[in-house]
């Protein structure tokens, strides 16, 4: 298969057959979290659940002195490459006009020169949290399978996409193909692995919260 139908088909069937599994995969996914059978509290609630929840949100999602001095490495990288990948994502112009295409909304794009730069740190914190997990004990040994899974395909798409965007390594007919694979291979691990945190951590999160809030315990 050459460059060119080898994209084409990444293009057409391939970003089809992706996006209907992540669409369908995740809408399973979330479907048995929320229809999950939970026993009914009958005791009396000591403050409502909405706000408690929704502050756990919040106050989870940014690390406490404690936990950041123990572990600032993995805090600061996790935090650089998901703003950069989020930003990457959203705000390349081509990107953009895909997600034009299928939700027909639009806004700005940034620049490709900052765009660029985004990847880059996107990319350098993923391998920085990557050789973190090799070499710290208690992490390498909790990492499973999944983990080193949901580490290589979110990063294979900021890799290929900045070589692509350089036109390097291979002509850029092949390496837009490979790209667009490597989204699609991320399209469908995502619901059946971790990545499926992406959604579920505001439903944990804001569910921890609101039985806290009910027992009248502070989190």
């Known amino acids: 298969m050459s460059g060119i139908e080898l994209l084409n ?27 999950l059978g939970r026993k009914t509290d009958l005791s009396r609630p000591r403050e409502g659940a909405m706000w408690p929840g929704l502050r756990t949100v919040l106050t ?16 600061i990288a996790g935090y650089v490459f998901h703003l950069g990948f989020l930003l990457t994502l959203l705000f390349y112009a081509p990107h953009i006009l895909l997600l034009k295409s299928v939700t027909g909304l639009e806004w700005p794009g940034l620049p490709v020169s900052l765009i660029d730069v985004l990847a880059v740190l996107s990319i350098t914190a993923l391998v920085a949290l990557f050789i ?16 080193w899974l949901a580490l290589l395909v979110t990063v294979l798409p900021l890799v290929t996409g900045y070589l692509a965007l350089n ?10 193909a490979w790209h667009i694979l490597s989204v699609e291979l991320l399209l469908v691990v995502f619901p059946f692995s971790k990545l499926m945190h992406t959604f579920s951590f505001v439903l944990a999160r804001w569910y921890n919260g609101a039985i806290a809030g009910r027992k009248g315990v502070q989190v």
Not at 12 to 30: C, E, K, S, T, Y
Not at 138 to 145: E, I, N, Q
């Open 9 to 35: 088909w990444a293009r057409g069937p391939g970003l089809q057959i992706a996006g209907a599994v992540f669409v369908i995969g995740v809408i399973v996914r979330l479907a048995a979290i929320l229809l």
């Open 60 to 75: 989870r999602s940014i690390p406490d002195a404690g936990t950041f001095r123990r572990s600032p490495l993995v805090f």
């Open 132 to 147: 973190n997990r090799l070499i710290d004990p208690v992490r390498r040994h909790l990492s499973r399978c999944g983990d």
């Open 167 to 176: 036109r390097m390594l291979l002509p850029y007919t092949d390496m837009l």
